[in-house]
């Protein structure tokens, strides 16, 4: 067991008392992460002045590659430059190539990124292990070795997993577990040999886009960042990208000069906001207001892909109106071999109610390791499906009146006029207007979004408004359009791994949606943030 950390600690005090004294603070500031390996090997620098520390600075025994995954999608590619085994510097890659006529993706990195090595050398890290000998919350810790430590943790383990089961124990993932891609794998195939249950990441920050997976079964939508380049019209909604996503914020720039028009929504000015063509300023919570009277324009002035809706879309699916519920096979035939995920349309030409494309699939097999998308086609074939217009149906318990999904929301949109929601939410309803035609016009139009949104609550339901924005348009699934959140690598090497020579028996439990069921979000905000 090395004592190094005790050694570094004191080695770079007396080093910023030697600096001080001989170069000034400047000095200081260059040198503190070179001290402790100088230390360690009981040598002296001879750093006479500053010009001397500053010629060493460019030299180094090794380069290697890494990225930071500190709460960030990036991973930018940097090189490591080593010297004595402690990070003297890092620089940008720059070895990115073209997503097709999109401008070069690098020099991807920021300086928060740059700053990742101070904070791997911070005083917050913890150096070794340390177990507690006093009273659970004395402050009383004895250091120990590391064999010490993993014994006592592996005895630990299989006591409780003998005794209570492997479900018994967890382990908490952290945002930096998932993003560091090599400590997720190790942890996913640890995980699937003990048997443990893992929390999903996103039960721990509330990030889960929970209205996205409401709407299409999957939460994480995106194209790579280049996407944002290809759209006409890119609404920088709920996000700060010129902020928080700065490896990426020139391709809304590059994006703008070439003709989209970037609308940036937010409540302050934002440095996004500064860069775009528009910005929209609606009152803090009012977002869900200001997106439903876009759609209000978008219907009332017809600047909707109908096409698209009927194919792609559950606009055309059939609702019952004496119960809210969609048309199902079971409304017709009785017995176990009626399938209630069998679901209608209204074909135009027969004038009757037809089977809509895709849907009595059957559900995955427990246990698959990768999502099961359904076989089925959404090609239409010979149907035509009507998106408006009420009509009878016999069912095994008498007719019953059926409408269209499209012309509920029609109903639903038709309270959210401009003017009405302009006093909700503040933006004058010239300018709601103006905004959701540039959207309705634009061939291919994105909504780009962050994670705060999933932060808030009812923030599900402004997920959903954007969905069906991007719905109603055509725009979902289409390069340059649909809703953008995250740029993430692939992860099939990570799973692949995970599994390998193994049984599928990866165990995440997704506590955030349990939550979502459960807890109650409302008075929970309430009681921290008082009422609205």
Sequence with gaps: ESEMPAIQHTA???????????SGAVTVALSLRYAPAAAEKGTQQPYGAWEDL???????????????????????????????????????QGEYGRSEDAPD????????????????????????????????????WQRISWDQATAEIADRFIDHSVASGPRSISFDLGTQMVLKRASFAALGRFATISGIQLPEAFAGVGDLPT????????????????????SRCCLVWFCNPAVTRIPDAHFFWEAKYNGTEVIAISPEFT????????????????????????????????????????????????????????LRESDFVAGATARDNLLYAWDERPARAGAAPATADPPPRPGSPVPVIPAGSLA?????????????????????????VFELVKQRAASYTPEQAAKVCGVHADNIRQVARIFGQAKPAMIFTGYRMCKWLQGDLLQRAFM?????????????????????????????????????TLNVATLSRWDYVHADGKGLNERIYGKA
């Design 12 to 22: 770079a005090n007396s080093a910023r008392r030697r600096f001080r004294v001989g």
């Design 54 to 92: 500053q010629r060493r600075k460019w030299t180094w025994d090794s380069v290697t590659h890494g990225t930071h995954g500190t709460n960030c999608t990036g991973t930018c590619a940097f090189n490591i430059y080593v010297k004595n085994g402690i990070v003297w510097r890092e620089e940008q």
């Design 105 to 140: 993706y690098g020099p991807r990195g920021c300086q928060k990124g740059l700053r990742h090595a101070k904070y791997m050398y911070g005083k917050q890290r913890v150096l070794y292990p340390m177990k507690r000998v006093g009273e659970r919350g004395a402050g009383k």
């Design 211 to 230: 209205g996205v997976q409401m709407t299409v079964g999957e939460p994480l939508l995106g194209d790579t960042m280049a996407a944002v380049f290809k």
């Design 271 to 326: 440095p996004s906001a500064m860069h775009a063509n528009k910005w929209l300023n609606p009152k803090p919570g009012t977002d869900i207001a200001l997106a439903m009277a876009m759609v209000q324009v978008l219907l009332t002035e017809d600047l909707i892909d109908r096409d698209y809706i009927r194919e792609q879309t559950d606009l055309p699916f059939l609702v019952r109106s004496d119960n809210g519920r969609f």
């Design 380 to 404: 239409l074939g010979e149907l035509r499906p009507a998106l408006e217009g009420s009509w009878s149906v016999k069912t095994r318990q008498g007719p019953v009146r059926v409408t269209t």
């Design 468 to 504: 069906l924005l991007l719905s109603l348009t055509g725009n979902l699934g289409k390069a340059g359009g649909g809703f953008q959140l995250e740029n993430l690598g692939s992860t099939a090497s990570q799973i692949a791994f995970m599994l390998a020579g193994l049984f599928p």
